[in-house]
């Protein structure tokens, strides 16, 4: 099965050092804008609503949503979750006294790839 998010090694490190200070019941968004750009943002499981918004799997054990609007504009590419030495301005995930910042990559799904995402009913 073709993952929609992945993480890199810094990121997923950056996820059990989270979860250490503040529990394991965290889940991440990635964010439409405003305050932070387009970022994932790492939150603690009721800080936000995520009813309406699309689940792309997991990371780290955690789980990653997107909202219905973000998602229409990235559903053809996998999200690359990495971490970048930089604290991000008016930051509301839980890395920012960390000094770092989750970081968002993407890359096109392949023609077959996307075929295959298309016929497990996982493309909204």
């Known amino acids: ?5 992945i993480a890199t090694d810094a990121a997923l ?6 979860k250490a200070k ?3 019941d965290l889940l991440f968004h990635q964010s439409g804008g405003c305050c932070d750009g ?6 603690l499981k009721g800080e936000i609503t995520v009813d309406s918004d699309v689940f792309l799997g997991e990371i780290g054990g955690t789980p990653f949503y997107i909202s219905s609007s973000q998602y229409e504009y990235w559903k053809h590419t996998q999200l690359i979750i990495d971490v ?3 604290r991000g301005g008016g930051t509301f995930s839980l890395e920012g006294p960390e000094g770092v910042s ?3 990559r993407s890359r096109l799904f392949t023609d ?3 075929a295959e995402l298309e016929a497990s009913g996982l493309v909204r």
């Open 112 to 114: 077959a790839e996307w």
């Open 102 to 104: 989750f970081h968002t």
């Open 13 to 18: 490190a950056l996820i059990e050092r989270l």
């Open 1 to 5: 099965m073709i993952d929609r998010v």
């Open 38 to 43: 387009s970022a994932a943002n790492c939150y």
């Open 22 to 24: 503040h529990g394991p």
């Open 84 to 86: 970048i030495e930089a």
